[in-house]
């Protein structure tokens, strides 16, 4: 991990060689900008690496948040309707094919249910009366 | 005359899953046997009933008042009430949905066919339902907090998350959803009209507060962003002694991007070494 920058320089020397030295500045340069956040991952082991987790969910927001369109209006509850969503998204367990098949993404992360159903854990947990 | 200002009243619901309908009318006529079971399924859940502030603990549930849930073909719905601090809590069956008349099985249905993919309108027809009844059963889940949901839920509030924004539009206007994500949960998926780093800290910021009200001791240790600047801006204002990192596949992704008038295998071949580097380097 120590020796990122020495490997980024010595990268940007070789794009310099091969692709030409206009490119190699250009990289050089971007290398200059990004390389604290790079650092920032390499250093904390428990720091995630990649948005991979992140792009699945938008992935599967995708046709959901095409959906919006047709129930846009003035007094609209967009925010509430993409925090419905996303209660679905983190209380539906995964199809059986998944690589977490039958279990929600709560129950990925280690959080624990009421019960089995995840309908009926949908109902108490968005119930105002227990915490 | 200045109207009296109108104090709001929590919300104590709470859905009891009584097993089958008839068991629930059975109970209806024992009122002992009614609070037994509804405190028997409390306890086994292990959550606790939400008492008012002043409550000393120590009291007894008894039954207080019911009322008929007449577009459900006259359902009666309990409530019952702590002796001590008074508080009143709406005993919903696990078979009626709160303020919906359809049928929880036809709501999971519909629910499940638009998680999966399929639109309001079709998941509508196949349930028999109309699409608003489904989009207004997906916004009154939505009232309830992310956080809020999943702390109930045993989840410690993340120290380390994935911050970033989707584009998306809404009829003609261009809108953006701020997202905050930890492994398979989302904690916060927002909505605003504008990309700038104002918005995201306002939308975002609605994941900082209700943390903070969970636990005031709550801090963010590490985000990692794709380096969209407002994203970053808002995330170093709402936690500003987090560590900000950049997603490396972005970066990855990105080299190409930066090289100029090159043959397609040479881009390729840098990619390649580029992403090798920052491997070994884990």
Not at chain 1, 83 to 104: D, F, I, S
Not at chain 2, 77 to 83: A, E, L, V
């Amino acid at each position: 991990m120590f020796a990122l920058g020495q490997r980024l320089r010595h990268f940007a020397d070789h794009v310099a060689h091969s692709a030409g030295v206009a490119n190699g500045e250009r990289v050089r340069r971007w290398f200059q900008d990004k390389k604290a956040g790079w650092y920032a991952v390499l250093e904390d082991p428990q720091m995630p690496v990649t948005s991979t987790l992140l792009d699945q969910a938008h992935n599967a927001f995708e046709r959901k948040l095409f959906a919006m369109k047709g129930f846009h209006h003035p007094g609209g509850s967009q925010q509430a309707f993409l925090t419905g969503l996303a209660h679905l998204y983190n209380l539906v367990p995964y199809q059986r094919r998944a690589r977490h098949a039958g279990q929600c993404g709560v129950e990925v992360e280690g959080g624990r249910l009421p019960t089995r159903d995840w309908f009926l854990n949908l109902q108490i947990l968005t119930s105002g009366g227990f915490q | 005359m200045q109207n009296p200002v109108r104090q709001t009243r929590d919300n104590r619901t709470i859905t009891v899953d009584f097993q089958s309908e008839a068991t629930y009318v059975q109970l209806l006529g024992n009122g002992k046997a009614f609070v037994e079971c509804v405190l028997a399924f409390v306890l086994c859940l292990g959550f606790q009933l939400k008492h008012k502030a002043s409550c000393s603990g120590g009291g007894c549930l008894t039954r207080h008042s019911h009322d008929l849930r007449v577009r459900l073909g006259g359902v009666p719905i309990w409530r019952i009430q702590c002796t001590t601090c008074r508080a009143v809590f709406t005993v919903l069956p696990h078979f009626v949905l709160c303020y919906r008349s359809m049928r929880p099985d036809v709501a999971q249905a519909a629910l499940l066919a638009t998680h999966r993919g399929l639109s309001l309108e079709l998941c509508a027809v196949i349930c028999h339902i109309s699409p608003m009844a489904l989009y207004r059963l997906v916004c009154a889940l939505g009232y309830h907090s992310l956080v809020t949901v999943l702390t109930r839920c045993g989840l410690a509030l993340p120290p380390y998350v994935l911050a970033d924004e989707k584009h998306s539009r809404c009829l003609t206007d261009k809108v953006y959803v701020p997202t905050i994500v930890c492994g398979r949960v989302i904690w916060h998926l927002g909505y605003t009209e504008e990309a700038s780093a104002a918005a995201f800290t306002q939308s975002s910021g609605e994941f900082q507060r209700a943390a903070s009200c969970y636990e005031p001791s709550y801090r963010v240790r590490g985000i990692l962003t794709d380096g969209f600047d407002s994203t970053t801006s808002s995330m170093q204002t709402l936690f500003p002694g987090a560590r900000l990192g950049s997603c490396l596949r972005h970066a990855i992704n990105k080299l190409p991007g930066k090289l100029a008038a090159i043959a397609s295998p040479v881009r390729k071949a840098l990619r390649t070494q580029f992403h090798t580097l920052l491997y070994r380097a884990q």
